[in-house]
C-alpha cells in the first residue's frame, strides 16, 4: 500500500491484513519498527480522537511526529494548500496523515510529495481509518463480522465515515441498512452496496446500531433538512426504550448527547464508543506499520529477487 487515500483503494484480503497487523500491536510497549521515520499530521479540521491517535500511533512505534493545525499555521495568512505540503515535504516525511474540508485534497498531496499519505477525513468524502477502527472494535466485541446486520442512523448526507464503513462493511460480507429522515439521506447512496430507509424501527433486526452525529457545521445556512432538532430527537435519536438487550452501539464521536443519542446508551453496557477510541490507536499503528514499514520489507525483497 502506497497510501489509503480511500476505503474504495483497498481489498478484503487489505482489511484483514491490516485488522490482524493491528490486533499484534495491541499491547502497551513501545515498538522500535518506525524508528528514524518521521510522521507529520496535518488537520484542517477540528479532531480530539483522529489527530491524537495518529500522533500516539507513532510515537508507540518510536517515529518522530510533528502535529500541525490549520489555526494557528501560515494556511491564517492565505498559504495554500500546494505550498504547504510543498514546505512540510522539504523535512523529507515518511507519511503525511491529513484532514481538510475539502474532497480529495489527500489525493492531491499524494501527488505533491514523496511521502506516503493517509486521508483522516476529506469533506463529507471519506475517512477511511474511522471504518477500519470500527470494524476492528465490531469484530472484537461480537467474535466476527462475515454475516453481520449493522444499521447506521442519522445524518448520512454529511457523513464520510458512514461512506468508508458501508464500503468496508461490503468488502468484509456483512451487511449495512442506512437510517435517515429524508432530506439527509442522500439520493443514489445505494449503490456503495447498502439498503436505505428513513424508518427507525428498521432498526430492530441489526446487531450494531451506528449512530451518526448530526453535523452542523457542514449544513448549509438557512436549510432545513429535519423540522428541528427537537423533532429529529423524537424520531430519529437512540434512546435504551428503542434498543434491544445486547444491541451494540456505536457512535465515531464527537457525541451530541441529548440529540441524536440519549447519555444512557451512550453510557450503557451494550456502547462500545471507547471500544473504538481504543481500536483507533492499534488500527493507526497498523496503518502506520502497513504504509512504512511493511512496504520497506517488500522492497527489500524486491532488491535482493
Ligand atoms: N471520529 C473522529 O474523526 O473524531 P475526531 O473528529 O475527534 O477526530
Same mark, same amino acid.
Given at each position: ?25 495491541? #499491547? ?92 483522516? #477525513? ?10 477500519? =477502527? ?9 467474535? #466476527? =463480522? ?31 441498512? =442506512? ?26 433486526? !441489526? ?13 448549509? !445556512? ?70 512504512? !514499514? ?7 525483497? #524486491?532488491?535482493?529477487?
Amino acid at each position: 500500500m502506497k497510501h489509503l487515500l480511500s476505503i474504495g483503494d483497498l481489498t478484503r484480503a487489505d482489511v484483514e491484513r491490516l485488522l490482524e497487523t493491528a490486533r499484534s500491536l495491541d #499491547g502497551p510497549e513501545p515498538l522500535p519498527v518506525l524508528r528514524g521515520k518521521l510522521v507529520l499530521n496535518v488537520f484542517y479540521e477540528s479532531s480530539t480522537r483522529t489527530s491524537s491517535s495518529f500522533e500516539l500511533a507513532a510515537k508507540r512505534l518510536s517515529a518522530s511526529t510533528l502535529t500541525i493545525k490549520s489555526s494557528g499555521s501560515s494556511a491564517d495568512k492565505g498559504e495554500s494548500l500546494k505550498d504547504t505540503v510543498l514546505t512540510l515535504a522539504a523535512y523529507e516525511p515518511d507519511v503525511i496523515v491529513i484532514r481538510h474540508p475539502q474532497i480529495g485534497a489527500p489525493a492531491f498531496v499524494a501527488r505533491h510529495t514523496a511521502a506516503h499519505v493517509v486521508n483522516a #477525513g476529506d469533506g463529507k468524502h471519506q475517512h477511511p481509518t474511522q471504518a477500519l =477502527l470500527d470494524l476492528y472494535a465490531m469484530r472484537k466485541a461480537l467474535g #466476527g =463480522l462475515e454475516g453481520l446486520h449493522v444499521a447506521i442512523v442519522g445524518d448520512v448526507l454529511h457523513s464520510r465515515v458512514a461512506r468508508s464503513l458501508v464500503q468496508a462493511l461490503g468488502l468484509v460480507s456483512a451487511h449495512t441498512t =442506512l437510517i435517515a429522515p429524508p432530506a439527509l439521506l442522500p439520493r443514489g447512496i445505494e449503490a456503495l452496496g447498502c439498503e436505505t430507509t428513513t424508518e427507525l424501527d428498521a432498526i430492530g433486526a !441489526a446487531d450494531v446500531v451506528y449512530v451518526l452525529r448530526m453535523q452542523r457545521e457542514r449544513m448549509l !445556512a438557512g436549510a432545513s433538512y429535519v423540522p428541528s432538532l427537537r423533532e429529529y430527537t423524537a424520531r430519529w435519536g437512540i434512546t435504551p426504550e428503542r434498543l434491544r438487550p445486547g444491541q451494540k452501539v456505536m457512535h465515531p464521536g464527537p457525541l451530541n448527547r441529548g440529540v441524536e443519542i440519549d447519555a444512557r446508551v451512550a453510557d450503557g453496557p451494550d456502547s462500545l464508543v471507547l471500544e473504538q477510541v481504543r481500536a483507533g490507536l492499534v488500527v493507526r499503528m497498523a496503518v502506520l506499520h502497513d504504509l512504512v !514499514a511493511a512496504g520497506a520489507a517488500a522492497a527489500r525483497l #524486491g532488491a535482493v529477487a
